[in-house]
């Protein structure tokens, strides 16, 4: 069955970084696009970022561009999300999605918390 399963998650100070990661089973990575979502409490989940099959197409939602990378690599079925210069507004629960055949599929979560 699918399966996704973030780490990376942790407590940072402003400014600071931290890379997700998001490795997956059950279907042909390399077919799929994959996205990073993230929920703050009492807050709707929101898109941060989607990376195409090959890697070659990245976006980004508008509070993170510039700060977060996505990428994948598919020979270890892993999707990664770098963030840089975080700010307090990043504290949520991050997780790693994948749309096949008209579901979607969740991870966990990993929960990023970021204060000083």
């Known amino acids: 069955q699918v399966q996704l399963v973030e780490s990376g998650g942790g407590l940072v100070q402003p400014g600071g970084s931290l890379r997700l990661s998001c490795v997956v089973s059950g279907f042909t990575f390399s077919s799929y696009a994959m996205r990073w979502y993230r929920q703050a409490p009492g807050k709707e989940r929101e898109l941060v970022a989607r990376?195409?099959?090959?890697?070659?197409?990245?976006n980004y939602g508008a509070s993170v561009k510039g700060r977060f990378t996505i990428s994948r690599d598919n020979a270890k079925n892993t999707v990664y999300l770098q963030m840089n210069s975080l700010k307090s507004e990043d504290t949520a629960v991050y997780y790693c999605?994948?749309?096949?055949?008209?579901?979607?599929?969740w991870g966990q979560g990993t929960q990023v918390t970021v204060s000083s």
């Open positions: 999605n994948v749309f096949i055949y008209g579901k979607n599929y």
């Open positions: 990376i195409s099959t090959t890697g070659g197409s990245t």
